[in-house]
Each structure stands twice: as C-alpha cells, then as structure tokens.
C-alpha cells in the first residue's frame, strides 16, 4: 500500500488556529522528492481534539499530535521514509474503543477490492470454503455468541443453523440495510466505507445455511450506499467471488438489490420479505419465522448489516476469541450513532459492557458548552431514555432491557437540560403513528390515541387520568400489536413515565413545561428592573404582541403572543424571562 | 404525454427487470427516477406490460413514502425531521420555511420552483439540523440563514429563465 498520510491542520481552540500547515508538509514532501510518491490528503475531523495540529502516517498509523512546523522534516525523514515511529510524539489515544465492524472505515478506499483483500478480505470465505463445512461456519459464529445487531439480539449462529436444518431446496440470505431508526447511521456507515466486508458476510451466511441467492435490501435514501454494494458486488463478480464455482469450490452465490421506498416498518423481517416480494411492507404473524417460511414461502436468513460486517472477522479470529470481548450475554463490540446535545457526536464503536458514561461523557466530551446532560436515548422509536443518574449502566442487551430500554440498531440520542421529556415521547410517537403500516387495530387505533393524549399533556390540558391511560393503551399495545413497530412503539412513553413522571405531572398539575420546551405552557415576561428600554423586542415581534414606547418600558400582551421566542433572542440585557 | 413514447420507454425498464420476481417496486423506482413522479399514464401503460392489475400498483405506490403521483417542484427541499435534527432545532427551520415559501409540507409552490417535504432521518445526524435542496445537504443551518440558502435558489432560476 502507498504511504498515505492525513493532516488535520484546524484546530478550534488553542493558540494555533487555522494555518496553512497542509502547505508546509506539502513543501517538506517536496524538498525531498515524494510529493508523487506520498499521498497528502487535508481531513477535517480524525477523532483527536484539543491537541492541535495532527497528523497519521500511514499503512503504519502512527499518530502525532501537537506538531509544530519544525517537527515536520523529522516526521517526513523518520516515519515517512523511514516508517518507524517518533516514540516521544506518538499519541496513544486512551481509547476505550475497539474497532472490529469499523475496522476498515475511513482506512481503505471502499470502491477498491484490492484494498480490502490487502486487509484481509475475502480471506475468511477462503478459509470456510476450503476448510469448514457450512455446518461447522455456523458452529463457529455460534461459539463466538455474536447476536443480531439489528436491535432484537437474536443469536446469529443459531438462526443460521435453523435455517440450515429448514426444510426446503432453495434458501435465500437477506441483508437488512433499512436503517430507518431516526439518529442511527452505523449501518450507513458500514456499507460505504466497508461493502466488501459486508458482501462477505453474506456469502460465508449464504454458504452456511444452504442458499445459493441473497438480497441486499437498501434503504432508496442512501444512493451512496447502493452505488458502493453495486459496484462490490461487480467487482467478486469479476475476481471469481460471486457466481458459479466460488474460488474454485462448487458453491455457488449471487447476489441482488433490492430497494427501499421509504417504510419503516420494512426493516421488520416479514414486512421486509413483503417489500421484497414486490408488496406493500404489511408484516405477517409470527410463526411461522421466516428461517422456516420466508421469501417466496422459502426459508430465509435474515441478518443486519453490522452483524454481518462482524462475520469475516469472526471466522478468521476464531469464534472464541471474538467470545472473549464484551460481558457473559453480550459478545463483541457495538457500534453507536452518539449525536444530539453532545460535544463530539459521531460513531463510536465500544466492547459489550461500557458503561454509558465512558461513552458519553470519556469519548463523545459530555454535553455541549454551558449545558448539562440530562438523559440519553437508545434504541429509536422502540427504546427508552436512560437518566444521568443511570449512567453507570454498562450497554448490553441484558442491562439495557433492565433499564426500560433497549439496545435497537445504535442511535444513542444525547438529551440535555433544555429537552422535555413528554415532548420526546411525543416526537417518538408521532414518528411510529406515521410509520404504522395500518394492518392491526392496536397499533393503528392505539398509536393514534396516546398521541393524542400527549398532545393534551404538551398542551397544557391534560389531567391526571390522561397519564394512567396513557399507561393502559401502552400495555395493550405491547401484548396486542402485530409486529415489533406496535408491540415496542409505546416504550419511550413508558420509560419516559416511569422516569420523569414528575415531568408530566407538571404539565398537567401546574400547567407548567420545566424545561420551557412545550410552546404553549411557556410565558415570555418583561422583567421591567432589567429592561433598558432599549425598544429591540418590540421591532422583533412579528405578530405585534408588545407594546410600550422608549420611555415608559413594554409590555407583552399574552393573549396575542404566540411564543416564538424572538424578543427572548433580540434581548441583550436578558430582561425577557421566559418560563 | 404521448402514450407511444411512454409506452417505449416504460417497455425499456420493465424488460430489464423481465423474469424476477417481485420487480414492481424496482420498476416503480426507475420510472419515478424517468420522470420524477409516477404519472397516472405511466401506471396504466405499465399494468398492461407487467400484466399487474393497476390497483396493486397503486397499492404500492400509496403506501411507500418515496413514490410521488404528482410531479415536483424544481427544487426538492427535504428538512430532516430526526431525532437530532429536532432537538436541535430542525422544527423552526421547518417553520421559517412554511413561511417564507407559504407551502405547509408535502405541497409545491404555486410557481412549481420548490417542493417542501419532511424526512425522517437523512443519516448525517453530526450535521444536526440538517435541510437537504436537490442534491445539496445544508448541516448546522440556523433559522436566520434559511433566507439566505432559499435566495441561492430563486436568483439561479430567475437569471436562468432571462438568458
């Protein structure tokens, strides 16, 4: 591989700004001859901040931070040429992460199959081919306790020996790459940076249960995505590793994509077959599973796109040395989507069993400036808030379900003091009602009806009796709903309730929204000791609710504000209060 | 539209998915690509051709997000209602552009120029709130600068209709 070395030369804080350091490594590459030989790429992020200028070497990843323009002759003739390591300058991050799924993002150019087969790749279907019967693959996926990572945490291994053992002649392999969880983009992430590691997945799933035939299933909404998978699956087509006869074996395996058109309720299995098929995403009962009846009525595995990123790895490591990391139910490492109200959002991938706050607040840098972290969210529409006095809680499935939540794909929504809480669950909500399929009556009618119950709490006009119907219609459409959508869709009601219950009974007692999120509990007021007359909140108001001239001060008229919040903005003294 | 020439260019993407199975959708997506909706007319010729009763084409088309049975404005304007995007504000971004173009989402401007519509989720949560216009992807926009993004826009339009 070329030397390839990145340069992050922006730093935020600190004395040295933005300079043109790009220019002076390039002008050191120079003075020795290698600026055709070395690959100088200017990145705007490399998951190092506060440290000044950084810069990675690479093939050999040696990563320096605080560099200074005298520093960069010795990097160039030391790393560059030499390819070793300046001890006394290299960075070693203390990193509570483990990169295992993410192994080959942002390392290898994703449209070259070369790359990945440098890093490894395609070395694991050799070795099942050659060495294991698709029974042994699947026991050795099965010993190294690797769960599905698409959010239910089936076991891999065993859904592939079940499928296996279906009876049927044609089987078929799906991956799931309906990412459509609102704040989760790990999936995303996956199949651009690294598609060949997830086509090889499937092959080794496909030669393990028995098919001959898989199918990508992409959300249409990642053009990126599909263009990446297109062109991997192009590329094993022309090396030999997809088609008739792979690698000089008698197995056979192609491979398909098929589109998304915008329902979340496709990344359902049976739903997801539907779609699929050619039909409207209408999930079907369960059982029979789609292991033993699935596409076309065949059996059918179905597996997500990071678990199936984990496959590779797992087949060349061996299955109990991938059983080593993570906690007893939980194996593995996990990778999160952090993002909303945090300081470095981004993906992050741990081992099973870190604690929250590791993630949160020891990589991601805790809430943004001037603020602090209330809650987090995991899961999406099917999981749960998590309050910061919880964040000793390790992520797993087992402890994560305890918690009221759920692990789900990965998004991890990072809430902060200005967040309501019955607001969230609203928005949450609102999101499943939108996204129900309409086939069952608890799901439909229920969604329908709790969002309309939260509406009268955000409102303002909501009672005491609101919250414990709110509680009933959740539990029925727990037992009651057809598909995981309805069964999950009330779980963010539910921990929202359980945990900040206080939260809602202000909105219905007091009439009061404590975090000042809910639009119509929030009163704007002049505080007139403060106010300098300065006269800016009255030219702000778009609907002409303040009045009052330079001398004697202004008023808002509630009955016409409707609580924008400009005259709070324009305020420089601050003498607008709003509560 | 004239119905020979939908019908050669319908025949054209339904013959490459000829013979697998389960291709409406597939199909629907090209043609959406074609013509940026699915035309009634289109619809009709394609029921002959895939021999599908045009309800289950409706069917389908009704019930996924993405497919569209009236054409777009010029400029597709997509403002990510995910969960990042809307605890960082994406909700007023949406609201300042009701405003300033008189659409609520889902509708086009009188002048056909942009077409609002609400997305769950583009998947660049980092760039939170995130508002999308064609192909461009617009990350940390606040209130005061969707102005300024739209005019970009309309100025484009109109120095193209002059020359």
């Known amino acids: 591989m070329a030397k390839t070395v990145f340069v992050k030369d922006t730093a935020i804080t600190g004395k040295d700004r933005t300079r043109d350091f790009y220019g002076f490594f390039l002008g050191g590459l120079r003075e020795k001859g290698l600026e055709n030989d070395v690959q100088l790429v200017r990145v705007a992020d490399i998951g190092v901040y506060g440290q000044g200028m950084v810069v990675r070497v690479l093939p050999e990843d040696f990563l320096y931070v605080n560099v200074q323009d005298s520093d960069i002759p010795a990097v160039i003739t030391e790393s560059v040429i030499g390819g070793k390591p300046i001890k006394d300058k290299l960075f070693t991050q203390a990193s509570k992460q483990a990169r295992i799924v993410l192994r080959n993002c942002g390392v290898i150019d994703p449209e070259s199959i070369e790359d990945y087969i440098a890093r490894d790749g395609y070395q694991a279907l050799a070795k099942v081919l050659g060495e294991y019967t698709p029974e042994k693959t699947a026991q050795e996926i099965k010993a190294s306790g690797l769960r599905g990572r698409g959010g239910a945490g089936f076991p891999t291994g065993m859904k592939w020996e079940i499928t296996r053992k279906a009876p049927g002649d044609q089987k078929y392999m799906i991956c799931n790459g309906d990412e459509g969880d609102p704040g989760a983009y790990m999936d995303r992430s996956v199949l651009e940076g690294d598609p060949h590691s997830v086509v090889e997945g499937m092959i080794i799933g496909g030669y393990a249960i028995g098919a001959s035939k898989g199918y990508f299933y992409i959300r249409a909404e990642y053009p990126l995505a599909i263009a990446r998978i297109e062109k991997a699956i192009e590329q094993c087509r022309k090396h030999g590793i997809l088609g008739e006869g792979i690698l000089g074996s008698s197995f056979n395996f192609d491979l398909e994509i098929r589109l998304g058109a915008g329902a979340f309720v496709c990344g359902e299995e049976t739903a997801l077959i539907a779609s699929i098929e050619g039909k409207r995403g209408y999930p079907s009962p369960r059982p029979p599973f789609p292991s033993i009846k699935g596409l076309w009525g065949k059996p059918t595995c179905i597996n997500n796109v990071e678990t199936l990123a984990n496959i590779p790895v797992i087949i060349l490591k061996g299955g109990s040395w991938f059983a080593g990391i993570g906690t007893e139910g939980s194996k593995g490492t996990k990778v999160f989507a952090v993002t909303g109200k945090v300081k470095n959002s981004g993906l992050v991938e741990v081992p099973m069993g870190t604690t929250i706050e590791d993630i949160v607040y020891g990589i991601c840098g805790g809430a943004l400036s001037g603020k602090s972290v209330k809650a987090i969210q995991t899961g999406g529409p099917s999981g749960g808030v998590i309050p910061k006095e919880y964040f000793q809680t390790k992520v797993d499935y087992e402890s994560l379900q305890k918690m009221g939540s759920i692990m789900g794909s990965g998004g991890m929504i990072v809430m902060d003091e200005d967040d309501c809480m019955a607001d969230i669950a609203k928005f949450y909500l609102g999101f499943c009602v939108d996204e129900s399929c309409g086939k069952c009556a608890p799901c439909r009618i229920g969604g329908t009806q709790m969002l309309r119950l939260l509406k009268k709490v955000t409102d303002g006009e909501g009672t005491r009796k609101d919250l414990d119907q709110l509680e009933q219609i959740s539990f029925a459409m727990q037992k009651a709903s057809l598909c995981g959508l309805g069964q999950t869709a009330p779980n963010p009601v539910l921990s929202t309730l359980h945990y900040y219950r206080s939260e809602y009974e202000a909105h219905v007692d007091k009439k009061k929204c404590p975090a000042c999120k809910c639009e119509k509990l929030i009163r704007f007021l002049i505080m007139s000791e403060k106010c300098v007359k300065c006269g800016m909140c009255f030219k702000a108001c778009p609907v002409g609710a303040i009045s009052g001239n330079r001398e004697s001060g202004y008023l808002i008229d509630q009955t016409k504000c409707v609580r924008c919040g400009q005259c709070f903005e324009v305020c420089k003294p601050r003498a607008i209060s709003r509560s | ?163």
């Open chain 2, 1 to 163: 539209m004239d119905k020979a020439v939908i019908e050669q260019e319908v025949r054209e993407i339904a013959d490459s998915w000829k013979g697998k199975e389960g291709n409406l959708i597939m199909v629907l997506h090209q043609i959406q690509n074609r013509y940026g909706y699915v035309p009634r007319e289109v619809s009709l010729v394609l029921s002959e051709i895939l021999d599908v009763p045009l309800a289950r084409i409706y069917e389908v088309i009704t019930f996924y997000h993405f497919f569209r049975l009236t054409p777009p404005g010029k400029h597709t304007i997509s403002v990510c209602m995910g969960t990042a995007c809307y605890l960082k504000g994406g909700a007023e971004i949406l609201g300042e552009l009701e405003h300033l173009l008189c659409v609520k989402p889902g509708e086009t401007t009188k002048d056909g120029q942009f077409h609002l519509e609400v997305v769950r989720c583009l998947g660049c949560c980092g760039l939170a709130p995130v508002v999308k216009i064609g192909e461009k992807v617009y990350g940390g926009v606040k209130k005061k600068d969707v102005g300024d993004i739209i005019t970009q826009y309309s100025e484009d339009s109109e120095a193209k209709t002059a020359a």
